[in-house]
């Protein structure tokens, strides 16, 4: 038999496509041509390939190797071919079975000794491999990944030499067992009860869990912010296994390591630095990488000192706020990503730290002061549910302070707001969007007639309406109540910081106090 086909996977983006290598040889001066839109790395193949099975014992052949990658319009890249091509070329000359290489996928980059090396992204491909029915053979070093799947018939194998025998019939290979697809690793996850004082910002972040909402936290250095953004992960509800799967297959393909395995069903928390670049923070590169909103798909992305981030870096966090994924464009190919996450930023209200501290330590001038609150773009901040203030606390108070609730304590509560959300309408109220928002969210007409004057009033616009609106039927589910009602609109506009500093005059305007 001189034609031979074997299937293996790509790599695009956090999809794994079908790739099918396809193996001719014939007659005339020996040669080996590899086509299908194969990257630099893929095309460099041919020589660890071909040291792998000579090194491993068997016969290279001296014929015309035609090996096209189909479909040829699918860039492919990395050493992930090396197995399924070596394989291909074993079959079409008759030193594997052709039969055996039916029903399977194989993955793996090859050593020149003909051991195989572990890749990225495998993850993906198990989960497409299982739903395509086929049994899936990778390097070994890719058990510990692969193994929180349970989709697919997995088998590891340390080199070429081992999987040719399996397919001879002359040997098996060790199964992958999935592990923890119930429940996650133990993991200590930063606790609420650390927190003292600071009840409002408490309040806020429960309320920012339940809904799926952004957040803003505006005060003085020390009062905490970092603090409560880093305890939000540990109040949200537990990921099931559908959003651990694609959180896993996101840090799968970026590379990161192998820390991530520790952290299966855990939420991610992601802060990136504020001299972080646009790709470093939505993805990018000439091979398209996943960045820090992409990094947080699932769980929180945290930016503090955020008028210290440039703006423009700022502003493409807008559409992926809004769809949940980011598009990266290029001349051969577009990726999209995942990135659904909630936002928690923290700012100080001037330069200095200190506008507004009773303790008059400030000395910044109102320019600098309307210059740095102006760093953050209108658009942007219009898209944060919660403006909360945290203010400084005396030391002698916050000793006093009794200890405040558990993250277990209020991820009850979260969860059981959670539920009611899920149950009457699919989705967290965040998400809610069109007539399904407008039918969930209805208010009564007393209340309506008093929430537009105060929109009016705190000029809202008309995202900046919707918004409070989802928020005051978060407070509602909060408080186990069916119908939103004032007391929850009335705390919903409160969380509007913001708005409500932006109507004062310039000269009163002190966001924090104690």
């Known amino acids: 038999m001189s034609f031979a086909s074997v299937h293996t996977r790509a790599q695009l983006g956090v999809e794994s496509p079908e790739v099918q290598v396809e193996v001719h040889l014939s007659g005339g001066l020996p040669s080996l041509s590899l086509v299908g839109m194969p990257e630099a790395a893929v095309r460099e193949s041919k020589d660890r390939v071909r040291s792998a099975i000579l090194t491993s014992g068997f016969d290279f052949p001296a014929k015309r190797i035609t090996i096209n990658l189909a479909p040829a319009d699918l860039p492919k890249d990395g050493g992930r071919f090396d197995l399924a091509i070596a394989l291909g070329i074993l079959a079409a000359s008759g030193q594997v079975p052709l039969d055996s290489v039916e029903g399977h996928e194989f993955l793996g980059e ?47 194998a340390l080199s070429l030499a081992q999987v040719v025998s399996y397919l001879r ?17 133990d993991v200590s996850v930063a606790d609420l009860l650390d927190v003292k004082g600071q009840p409002q ?130 001349a051969q190919r577009s990726v999209t990503f995942p990135a659904r996450f909630q936002l928690v930023a923290a700012m100080n209200p001037c330069p200095c730290g200190y506008f507004g501290d009773p303790s008059g330590r400030c000395r910044c001038n109102e320019e600098q002061i309307r210059r740095y609150q102006g760093q953050t773009s209108g658009p942007l901040l219009d898209r944060i549910d919660l403006h909360v203030e945290v203010p400084s606390v005396p030391t002698a108070i916050l000793q006093q302070s009794p200890p405040g609730e558990s993250s277990r304590e209020v991820q009850q509560r979260v969860l059981a707001a959670r539920t009611r959300q899920l149950d009457r309408q699919g989705c967290t109220n965040a998400e809610l969007a069109g007539q399904q928002r407008d ?13 537009l004057r105060a929109a009016e009033k705190l000029n809202l ?39 409500r500093l932006a109507q004062q005059p310039s000269a009163a305007r002190a966001p924090v106090s104690s």
């Open 439 to 451: 039918v969930m969210c209805k208010l009564s007409s007393d209340d309506e007639q008093w929430f």
């Open 169 to 185: 019939g002359d040997d098996t290979l060790p199964k992958v067992q999935a592990e923890l697809t119930d429940e996650g690793r």
């Open 201 to 330: 910002a408490r309040r806020a972040l429960e309320v920012a869990a339940a809904g799926g909402h952004n957040l803003l936290f505006i005060g003085p250095p020390g009062t905490g912010k970092t603090m409560l953004a880093s305890r939000l992960p540990g109040i949200l509800p537990p990921m099931n296994e559908s959003e651990a799967l694609e959180s896993a297959a996101v840090y799968s393909i970026a590379a990161t390591g192998s820390d991530w395995l520790d952290r299966w069903r855990q939420r991610p928390f992601r802060a990136p630095h504020h001299t972080a670049s646009g790709v470093a923070l939505v993805g990018g590169g000439t091979n398209p990488r996943p960045g820090e909103i992409s990094l947080a798909h699932g769980g929180v992305l945290f930016l503090d000192e955020l008028p210290e981030y440039s703006r423009k870096v700022l502003d493409v966090l807008r559409e992926p706020l809004e769809s949940g994924r980011i598009v990266i464009s290029r």
């Open 110 to 156: 090859l050593a020149l000794n003909g051991e195989l090396r572990a890749i990225t992204g495998a993850l993906p491909s198990a989960v497409r491999c299982g739903q395509a029915g086929r049994r899936l053979v990778l390097p070994v070093g890719n058990e510990a990944e692969v193994s929180l799947s349970e989709q697919c018939d997995m088998s590891t």
């Open 461 to 499: 616009s008309a995202r900046g309406y919707h918004r409070v609106v989802k928020l005051a039927r978060t407070i509602a589910d909060l408080a186990q109540s069916a119908e939103i009602q004032k007391p929850h609109l009335m705390e919903a506009i409160g969380y509007r910081s913001l708005d």
